[in-house]
């Protein structure tokens, strides 16, 4: 028996569409239901029909035809690509039956007609919307063809029911029954627990509240992490700086003691001491900005991008050596500020800092995309070999020896962060001895952290 089923619900075809592809499983499941009642309903009006005359009928005979060639339709394809075309031949077959029965039933008086709205709703729940509309210029067609041939010529009758008035209203009282049935069962599928999308949406939603859920502890969790996490930094950086300033003010009470009696070797190493001193104090702070670049977000405001460059450039203090060229285009921005001139300042600084050239030379342009802008700062320094163009962009990593120039290795890590926390992306351009081009992408609108969550509260 339940292989007689399995042959009968063609469930080798079913099984065979992607389980994901929720749409063409839906649409296999109400061919499955249209093409049984098509069926039935065609064998009971030809066999009515037969019943009715005493002497042969031929359309009786081309009712069972169509019947089991809408049959003989879904039994007939094997393939999944196949579907679209047997969809259309049995709609348009069902379609006939109904136009066809209707001429010995009343024309368009005949209340079975009202099975083209049945059709119809499948033709768009089977072959979209485009298909739809063909199947409802089908049945407005039809519709008025059977209005003039009922009116206007002697192409319908009522003889299926030999005139009885009684037999026509009974007729009439069970299609409609029958095909409020038919719309309603197709309609309640759609929203039942058996619709294989409402399934999965469902198993989905519950997947996705559970998943809600974790992520809101989890979110809890880590937000009592994250100022766990600050106040020890906080802690470790007050402690580690207290004895790199004691050995700070030792060192210079040591000098002051001492007057001209330091050698020079000795001045040097008390000036070697201090520098290493600061050093270490500036890369706590460094790992302190690190640490919390990603959490330092301010509201979005509107600005130009050329005035921040500006801005920026004074707060950093311009050279006179430094010749900054700012492109035309520079958008107006609505984003946070602050995380976006912190960026700048880092590059601009950078730029300057490990230029080697006697004219340093800045230019800042932009490429206006649909999703963002792609900013650009270039110099003529030394540049960049290609194998560490990734590596400057890791903590604490510099190219150059810190006693030549003075750098935390943290600058561009936390630039990264912040681009890549924005929603973004930082690379670099360079050749060697041909400066470099630092590029980073700068989205429109900042990146959804939690799409989880938010789908999760869309299907709640």
Same mark, same amino acid.
Request: aromatic fraction near 10%.
């Given at each position: ?44 009006? $030809? ?35 196949? =579907? ?40 768009? !729940? =089977?072959?979209? &919307? ?22 206007? &010529? ?26 409020? *049935?038919? @719309? ?22 519950? +997947? ?10 989890? &979110? ?32 210079? #009470? ?17 000036? !070697? ?38 801005? &920026? ?59 963002? #802008? ?12 290609? +194998?560490?163009?990734?590596?400057? *962009? ?15 290795? @943290? ?15 930082? #690379? @670099? ?26 789908? $999760?509260?869309?299907?709640?």
């Amino acid at each position: 028996m339940k292989k007689l089923l399995s042959i009968l619900f063609r469930k080798d075809l079913y099984e065979s569409i992607p389980y994901d592809d929720l749409i063409s499983r839906q649409r296999f499941t109400l061919f499955r239901i249209f093409t049984y009642t098509a069926f039935i309903a065609s064998v009971s009006t $030809a066999i009515q029909i037969l019943a009715a005359f005493e002497e042969t009928n031929i359309l009786s005979f081309i009712l069972l035809a169509l019947a089991f060639a809408i049959l003989a339709t879904f039994f007939a394809v094997k393939d999944q690509s196949k =579907l679209t075309t047997a969809y259309i031949v049995s709609l348009i077959t069902g379609f006939s039956v109904v136009h066809i029965q209707a001429y010995n039933a009343g024309g368009l008086l005949n209340t079975g007609t009202m099975y083209i709205c049945a059709i119809i709703m499948t033709a768009f !729940m =089977l072959l979209g &919307t485009k298909g739809g509309k063909w199947f409802t210029l089908l049945g407005i067609i039809s519709v008025i063809f059977l209005f003039y041939a009922s009116e206007f &010529t002697t192409w319908t009758t009522y003889d299926l029911f030999k005139n009885d008035i009684h037999l026509i209203h009974q007729d009439a009282l069970t299609t409609f029954i029958l095909a409020l *049935f038919l @719309v309603a069962a197709q309609s309640n599928y759609l929203h039942s627990g058996k619709n294989v999308i409402i399934e999965r949406i469902t198993d989905q939603k519950d +997947q996705l509240e559970i998943s809600n859920l974790k992520l809101q502890e989890y &979110t809890v969790h880590l937000e009592r992490k994250n100022n766990e996490l600050d106040k020890f930094a906080s802690i470790v950086s007050h402690d580690l700086k207290a004895p790199l300033r004691a050995i700070g003010n030792l060192t210079g #009470w040591i000098e002051e003691d001492a007057g001209d009696t330091l050698t020079p070797e000795v001045r040097t190493n008390f000036d !070697m001491i201090k520098q290493r001193v600061k050093r270490m104090e500036d890369l706590i702070n460094a790992i302190l900005d690190y640490s919390r670049a990603d959490r330092r977000a301010s509201d979005d405001v509107k600005f130009n991008a050329k005035d921040l460059l500006e801005e &920026t450039m004074e707060f950093i203090g311009k050279p006179e050596n430094v010749n900054l060229e700012i492109g035309p285009g520079m958008p107006e921005i609505v984003t946070d500020k602050t995380r976006l001139s912190q960026v700048f300042s880092n590059l601009i600084g950078n730029a300057i800092k490990y230029n080697d050239k006697e004219i340093k030379e800045i230019k800042i342009s932009v490429n206006d995309q649909p999703e963002g #802008w792609t900013f650009s700062v270039k110099d003529n320094g030394p540049g960049i070999e290609s +194998q560490y163009h990734e590596k400057i *962009f890791v903590i604490f990593q510099t190219l150059n020896r810190r006693d030549d120039v003075e750098s935390t290795g @943290v600058g561009l890590a936390i630039v990264k962060k912040i681009i890549e926390d924005q929603g973004g992306k930082i #690379w @670099v351009e360079s050749e060697l001895g041909k400066g470099s081009d630092f590029r980073f992408f700068w989205p429109r609108a900042k990146k959804q952290k939690d799409s989880v969550l938010i789908a $999760a509260t869309i299907l709640v």
